[in-house]
């Protein structure tokens, strides 16, 4: 663990292309080289814009989910909301991206019925939209699983106290479930956030990051560097980098959901 940690730091004060048989010491060089390319701060961008924009739908569909089977539970139900997440992610765009194809997918022949036209993958806004929906069909389950639970671990006598006081399900849902299990699974939501910032896979095989860069993230930025360019230095300067990132992002989620729950994180 320690040792690749050291080899990326040490990689990143050098330029060193593999196929160039080129390495030279350049000492910050690489990372005042991150701050000057366009792309690093277009993938940045489209990461953390992946990540807000995702993130907070699975958290509300995975609630309202996990509720309905609190109430209602299903063997079938449950079994049918977790197979998203049990498909392996790259087998699952691989599908999505069959089913948007304009050619022959079964989705554009849909919306070709109401004359719907340039709204998948090769238009640089709904690719990104796509690729939100299809990431919120896969990982909501995750979400429903962290809600229910914490559902399960209720105390039901809150809520049987909310139906002696009156209280309708308005109440029970705003008064006593949400307050009493979101700081349960705040933690988690944080790092489902982490996580979605670190998306790899989907991106690489549903658009291949386009069109043109809309949907290109950071991790598939440095896995272009590392395996495709093979700049191994500026490479690890952008792993570092985004590291540094990462790490104010997570500490600045848990200083704001410690604010919100007035409570230690």
Known sequence: MVYPIIKLIFNSFFIDIIYLNVRKWVFLGNFLEVFKDKTFWVCLYNSIKFATFSVPFEVILGFLIALFLYYNDNKLVRFSVILPWALPTAIMALSWRFFLNEDYGIIPKFFGIFNLKDIYLSNNLFAFIWMVLVDIWKTTPFIVILMYSALKGLNKEYLE???????????????????????????????????????????????????????????????????????????????????????????????????IFKTKI
């Open 161 to 259: 106290a909310m139906d002696v006081e009156g209280g309708n399900w308005y109440h029970k849902v705003f008064w006593v479930i949400i307050p009493l299990i979101i700081p349960a699974v705040a933690v988690s939501i944080i790092f489902r956030y982490l996580y979605a910032l670190a998306v790899f896979d989907l991106p690489l095989v549903l658009t291949g990051g386009g069109p043109s860069n809309s949907t290109k993230t950071l991790p598939m930025y440095i896995y272009e560097n590392f395996f495709k360019f093979l700049d191994i230095g500026y490479a690890s300067s952008l792993t570092l980098f985004s590291t540094i990132i990462v790490f104010i992002i997570a500490f600045l989620l848990l200083q704001l959901f410690s604010k």
